[in-house]
């Protein structure tokens, strides 16, 4: 897996996309959570679910389903009396975009078995051809290690820099839009 603290910085770049009416602790929050949630699975190692299995590490809960589902979920639950709908439906998608980042990212890692994308339809788990972000070890304790160093140096290249770019992009489009009128 990447760092949480990778799939945090996708879920606020893929934020900043969106209406700047949408931004509070509560968005940023259930943003950055949906990013980190598919990784809830490793539990299903104290309870010996095997890697491998639907249910085992980048099993189910790294699907587009449970994207969906959980993006879904969240802007329902959170914001169903506060909003119009279509900033829910807004929500919504921003929500299932973050949980999705996260299988994404996964599949770009150096370890591990892959992620099942398609699941429960097809639970084959898929590597991105080009995997450059190093795997990040499960545990606390393993993170702070010279392990978890070179994680964090190459998703400084692999999530940081990209992120970085399109923050400035999407900031120049969104100042473009309001110097033209059309935002």
């Known amino acids: 897996m990447a760092s949480a603290f ?7 770049t893929i934020g900043n996309s969106f209406n ?20 809830a699975d490793v539990i299903g190692f104290f309870w010996g679910v095997p890697y491998e299995s639907f249910w085992g590490h980048r099993g189910f809960s790294h699907s587009f ?8 979920f ?19 998608v921003y929500f299932t975009l973050c949980t999705a980042s996260h299988s994404i990212l996964d599949a770009m890692t150096s370890g591990g078995l892959g992620v099942a994308f398609f699941s429960p339809w097809d639970n084959q788990r898929f590597f991105f051809p080009w995997r450059p972000i190093k795997v990040s070890p499960i545990g606390v304790e393993s993170f ?11 998703e400084l290249v692999w999530v940081g820099l990209p992120g970085i770019v399109l923050l400035g992009a999407i900031w120049g489009v ?10």
């Open 6 to 12: 990778g799939h945090a910085f996708a879920a606020i």
């Open 74 to 92: 969240f802007a329902l639950i959170f914001y169903r009396n506060e909003l119009k709908i279509k900033y829910r439906l807004a929500l919504s």
């Open 20 to 39: 700047k009416n949408l931004f509070n602790f509560k968005f940023w929050f259930i943003g950055v959570a949906c990013s980190i949630l598919p990784d």
């Open 65 to 72: 389903l449970f994207a969906a589902i959980a993006g879904v």
């Open 144 to 154: 702070f290690s010279e392990w978890g160093y070179n994680v964090i140096m190459s």
């Open 174 to 183: 969104k100042k473009y839009a309001l110097k033209s009128g059309k935002m």
